[in-house]
């Protein structure tokens, strides 16, 4: 909670439920839980009285309000209400807190990502918003929406500022949107951000083409017979029916998809079982409406050939790899979508002109996937550790909605929270894979293993340094409060690693792996499902915007409490990952660092 994240904050919010294993919070009451409940129709409202209640200790103020973004229920009864806040009507930028109630609705304590009072002195603008619509077009290249005025409280103050969004930004890879924050007293830029996280790093592009390298992925469909056409259930004598087809893969193999009938020689690659999670074309333009794009429609519900030259074939990798994560994510959580709330995921393939890269684009709530630039990357990016890479950002965007302190003039991303964003996408996206559990592309702990880079993947998470590409970190050390969020995200992704496996060497599905610890600790895994839980849990609950590695250990740590116990076997293997990688009580940094 030491450093800001530079994103816009999201206006429009949903509440959604689910129910996990009980938990407590970072900041309890004083004396513990309080005595009298805060008697209340919701939990949202006793969350909010609770809030005021508790001022001292959530930093609410005057002015204040807070919206609910998300409230989480446990088996036991208690919740865990996630507020976004304005003050005085102006959205506030980093002041995003969770309450946590006990199950009669008494206040047992909050996580917030503004260690203050968020109270700027003064909420009369001396630029006008033409002015600061200016200044975000010159900044960010592009075509400037209407500038809203905020409170920016990220970087340990409160500055009135507008928040202008940019669309067609040249200084994102494929004309995408951004958002500007823009000091409202004095003009001064406080951050340029791209609305989406992408798959492929400027760093990245930019060590391969120094190398003089390019990824050259093996693609083609596993041997065997498609899967039948059938409608599920009784024959269709009325439309739309769910229908199970086949898909011919560029790296998943032969896969079902299930699919929707619309006639009886027609059917669309729409997946009712699971919220009617689409698939479209982009149609080469940059897109970042899904409804602009073309359903994928055939007529004997076989997709694909197993080359690029069907359009249809990236679109069976993406709709395979989209429903394959939001199958994890219920299997493993009850999470019930990206955003937890019944709706089903969306993808584009063919998005832009010879863009190599994959993104997860919070304007659109959508993964977009570029053909490959021709260069760099030749084929489309629709492998599936990458989808449910680039889905778990959605996933944290509807959570703790972690952000990059910092974003340099090259679109490079820097700083803590960023990084664990990064190594989150990781850590699920690699278990997606295990969730899968397809021959045709064996679940490991390696990101990227299927791009057909010379290293063999993109990141790892046993030994992450092993990465000469992004030089990706083993350890946390002062220096990562701002490195690139990529290369930075080995730190929690070790501690994962180490938490769900151990240290040592091992060999997993084919796969040796040899993790290190900081201190030459032996480290015994818990077992990657336990260790997920554990992570996912202390997302849900613990984290905030501005979530550094310290405050994930302590995330983890609250997590194995409420699941386990604080003097469990877990508990102690929380504890033992983050010294492995040298995260640890004593080396924690002090406020504002």
């Known amino acids: 909670m030491r450093r ?35 008697q209340a129709a919701s939990p949202v409202a006793a969350a909010r009285a609770a809030a005021f209640a508790h001022a001292s200790a959530t930093g609410v103020t005057d002015g204040d309000t807070l919206r609910a973004k998300d409230v989480m ?27 946590h109630l006990g199950r009669r609705g008494e206040y047992l ?9 968020v109270k700027p002195s003064t ?45 067609d930004s040249d200084t994102t890879e494929a004309g995408q949107s951004s958002t500007v924050v823009v000091d409202a007293r004095t003009g001064v830029v406080r951050s340029n951000t791209p609305n989406s996280d992408e798959f492929i790093s400027p760093s990245l592009a930019a060590a391969l083409r120094e190398r003089g390298e390019s990824a050259t992925p093996q693609t083609g469909t596993a041997p065997g017979a498609a899967a039948p056409s059938a409608l599920t259930g009784a024959a269709a004598a009325h439309y739309p029916a769910t229908a199970t087809g086949s898909g011919a893969s560029l790296f998943a193999g032969k896969v079902a998809l299930t699919t929707t009938r619309t006639a009886r020689t027609s059917y669309l690659l729409k997946d009712p079982t699971r919220w009617n999670t689409e698939t479209r074309d982009a149609k080469g333009q940059e897109l970042e409406s899904f409804a602009r794009g073309k359903a994928f429609t055939d007529g004997d519900n076989k997709w694909g050939t197993g080359t690029t030259s069907a359009r249809t074939t990236a679109a069976v990798d993406a709709q395979y790899g989209i429903t394959q994560t939001l199958d994890f994510y219920k299997k493993a959580f009850g999470r019930k979508g990206i955003k937890n709330n019944s709706a089903g995921a969306k993808g584009m393939v063919h998005f832009g002109s010879k863009v190599g890269n994959a993104f997860w684009d919070s304007t659109c709530g959508c993964m977009l996937y570029g053909d490959g630039d021709g260069d760099l990357f030749k084929k489309p990016l629709v ?12 996933v944290v965007d509807a959570t703790a909605a972690l952000e990059p302190t910092r974003v340099d003039n090259d679109g490079n991303q820097f700083g803590e929270p960023g990084a664990l964003n990064e190594s989150l ?35 790892r998470l046993d030994h992450p340094s092993l990465d000469r590409l992004e030089e990706t970190i083993d350890y946390w050390s002062p220096a990562a409060y701002d490195t690139e969020v990529h290369a930075g995200s080995g730190v929690s992704s070790h501690a994962f690693y180490l938490l769900a496996e151990g240290s040592g060497r091992k060999t997993i599905n084919g796969v040796t792996y040899d993790s290190p610890t900081f201190d030459g600790s032996r480290v015994t895994g ?52 983050w010294a492995a990688v040298n995260v640890t009580t004593a080396n924690t940094p002090a406020a504002g660092h």
Do not use: C, W
């Open 109 to 117: 304590g909050v996580t917030r990502a503004a260690d203050h009072v």
């Open 425 to 459: 996408a990781d850590i699920f996206g690699s278990n997606v894979e295990f969730s899968a559990n397809n021959p045709k592309n064996r679940p490991n702990y390696l990101v990227g293993e299927k791009l057909g880079l010379a290293q063999k993947f993109l990141r």
């Open 526 to 577: 818990i077992g990657r499902t336990k260790a997920t839980a554990v992570f996912y849990r202390a997302l849900t609950r613990y984290m905030v915007s501005t979530t550094d590695f310290h405050d994930a250990r302590t995330a983890t740590l609250k997590a194995a409490t409420d699941m386990y116990g604080a003097n469990s076997a877990e508990y102690k293997a929380v504890d033992a990952a």
């Open 383 to 394: 492998v599936l550790d990458v989808t449910g890479h680039e889905l778990t950002h959605g």
């Open 123 to 167: 909420v009369e603008a001396r630029l006008t918003p033409e002015q600061a619509e200016r200044k975000a077009e010159a900044v960010a290249k592009g075509d400037a929406g209407t500038a809203q005025l905020v409170v920016d409280a990220r970087a340990g103050g409160a500055t009135l500022a507008y928040q202008v969004v940019v669309t």
């Open 4 to 38: 800001p994240h530079i994103r816009r904050v999201a206006i429009a919010v949903a509440v959604t439920t689910a129910a996990t294993i009980p938990g407590t919070a970072f900041a309890s009451a004083p004396d513990g839980p309080a005595r009298v409940a805060v």
């Open 73 to 99: 229920t446990d088996p036991d009864g208690k919740q865990h209400v996630r507020f976004v806040r304005t003050h005085q009507g102006l959205p506030v930028l980093g002041g995003d807190l969770v309450v």
